[in-house]
């Protein structure tokens, strides 16, 4: 099994540990990822996508009148890219990187987010096994806990079901128990939500917009360890009122070995 990585690499967390770091802080502050671990740190800026037009390295698909695969926010402070559901009951639009990731390699995703609103509506952030284009939602319905991905982890809102943020997984397509967030996520509002996959265990973590926690939550059998699996989000409509998902931030990491 791969060593464990830090999961909420955060500048909050980071400042605690800054009296014992001395010279050292003004690297580590930096980031830079060392030899053996495998590091993604997209903040959407620039009139283009990693790798050129839209949308770049991304893969992209959206479905439903008016919606619009992602698109980065001209001049958005920071950089944004946008996800649009369009004007259809069940529109949607999502994205994906590719197959890179795994359980046994204590995979981590964290996206920095926030949807327009959080009535009819149902979003997905996460792992999945299947890349853009394939799956209409890697969890088909939560209240169910049925799924149209084989092997996947993600972090749900979906209004047919209640208003909650959810953690649900599904390993080799034996759906895990899912568990309920216990804060209450306000639309219009930016959020970090985290996912760290260590074998089959996986831990869904919230943090307000500048990075301060505000709650956890675990499941087992949550994912196969060796499946492929990429970064996930999703937004769709459950209304012919148009979702959208602003996406600020996305990193994901891993090791490159399980040593």
Not at 94 to 107: E, F, K, P, T, V
Not at 123 to 134: A, M, N, P
């Amino acid at each position: 099994m791969a060593r464990t990585l830090l999961r909420e690499p955060t500048v909050n967390n980071l400042r605690g540990k800054r009296a014992g770091l001395g010279a050292a802080w003004p690297f580590v502050e930096l980031g830079f990822p060392p030899l053996g671990i495998m590091v993604w740190d997209d903040h959407f800026v620039g009139d283009l996508f990693y790798g050129g037009a839209a949308p770049g390295v991304y893969q992209s698909t959206a479905a439903g009148a008016a919606s619009v695969t992602l698109a980065l926010v001209a001049g958005a402070v920071g950089g944004r890219a946008l996800l649009d559901a369009g004007t259809d009951d069940d529109g949607r639009s999502d994205m994906s990187l590719g197959l890179h990731y795994q359980g046994q390699l204590n995979c981590v995703v964290w996206w920095r987010f926030q949807v327009n609103t959080l009535s009819t509506m149902k979003f997905e952030l996460g792992f999945t096994d299947v890349v853009s284009g394939t799956d209409a939602g890697a969890a088909l319905s939560k209240s169910g806990n049925t799924w149209t991905a084989t092997d996947a982890v993600v972090l749900i809102i979906d209004t047919d079901d209640d208003a909650n943020l959810s953690l649900m997984g599904v390993d080799s397509g034996v759906a895990a128990t899912p568990v309920d967030f216990d804060v209450a996520l306000v639309a219009a509002t930016f959020y970090y939500l985290g996912l760290a996959l260590e074998d089959t265990v996986a831990e869904g973590v919230l943090l307000d917009a500048n990075g301060r926690f505000l709650d956890r939550k675990t499941i087992t059998a949550a994912c196969s360890e060796d499946v492929g699996l990429t970064p996930w989000a999703f937004v769709q409509n459950r209304s012919t009122v148009q979702r959208t998902m602003t996406i600020d931030r996305l990193v994901a990491y891993q090791r490159e070995s399980d040593n």
